[in-house]
Structure formats: C-alpha cells, structure tokens
C-alpha cells in the first residue's frame, strides 16, 4: 500500500470496504475478510454488523456460517471504488506524468447492472515515442488489481476526435488525473 493509501486507511472501516470492493466474489465470512484485512474477527464482525445495518452489505446465514454480499450497485460504493482507483493510480501517475499530456480515469461500469469493473480503466495521452516507457510503468507497478489501459498518441486522438466523437467524449469523460 502506498504511503497516501496507508494514512486514509488508518481506520480500519474503510480498509474492510476496500476489501470487499476489490474482490469479486458472491459473498464472504469474516474470518475470511478478517485474514485479508489484518484484523481480528471481532473487529471485522463488528465493521461487518455496522455495514448491515447501513445497507451497504447483504447479511444472510448459509449453512450456519455468517455470509456478507457487497451491494455494488449502490452510489457511494460505485464512488468509493472510483476515489480507491485514484488513490491507487497515483505512483503511476507520478511516474508517467512528465510523458503525458493526460491521464484519466474511465468509469467502467456496465449501466445496466450497476456493477464496476474488476480492472482499473485509465485512458492516457502521449506522444508517440512514449508508448513503450508508459506501458513499461504500467507493468512494473505493484497495485492490487490490474489496470487496463488505452494508451494514444496525439495525432490518434486527433483523428479519433473527428472519425468517432462519440468514442473520443468517452474517453475524455472520466475523473483527469493529470492534464498538461
């Protein structure tokens, strides 16, 4: 965890729902998100009940085990995962920053089931001889989940801005990062 991440993340509620955030599955127990999370069961259960009765988790019992199911398609989690993207893209954008001429981050939701995507989506402008230091970056930085990058030189945004604008608005609709 980078050094940003490390200091928001000092209480222990959001580390939880970063957990959940990041992993796509059906449901989990606390003592699996308790492992993950660093935390005692106690704690996490704690958390967990707290979430519950917020709405933001499902809470059934399956085979007399506590099971929680993240409710993805709610607004401000959809919002978290976004503001965790940023915090998580921000080495890279420190390290590629001098090489482009923008950095966004693409929300990359399917509109019909609310549900986020399990990649990061970064759209980045550059000149065209930093393709491969860019893409260099992008591998060799540990993050928790993958990123799926659209890498373009200038002169291909300029002609996708006239051959599909539609794509072009898309791409240029998310959260700048880094803008020169």
């Known amino acids: 965890m980078n050094s940003l991440k490390n200091f928001l993340y000092q209480k222990t509620t959001l580390s939880v729902l970063s957990y959940l955030t990041k992993h796509k599955r059906q449901s989990f127990t606390v003592a699996e998100i308790a492992e993950a999370v660093l935390m005692s069961e106690s704690q996490v259960k704690s958390i967990l009940e707290d979430f519950c009765q917020r709405g933001i988790i499902e809470c059934q019992i399956l085979d007399q085990t506590n099971r929680f199911m993240l409710q993805e398609e709610l607004m401000y ?82 002609k996708l801005s006239v051959d599909d604008t539609k794509r072009f608005a898309e791409l240029n609709s998310g959260i700048v990062l880094w803008e020169k």
């Open 77 to 158: 989690v959809q919002a978290f995962r976004l503001f965790e993207d940023a915090i998580e893209l921000n080495a890279l954008v420190q390290a590629i920053k001098d090489r482009t001429r923008k950095i966004v981050l693409l929300d990359r939701r399917n509109p019909n089931e609310g549900k986020y995507a399990s990649k990061i989506s970064v759209f980045i402008q550059m000149d065209q001889e930093n393709h491969k230091y860019i893409y260099d970056a992008i591998k060799n930085l540990p993050l928790e989940r993958e990123i799926d990058p659209i890498v373009m030189s200038t002169s291909e945004i300029l």
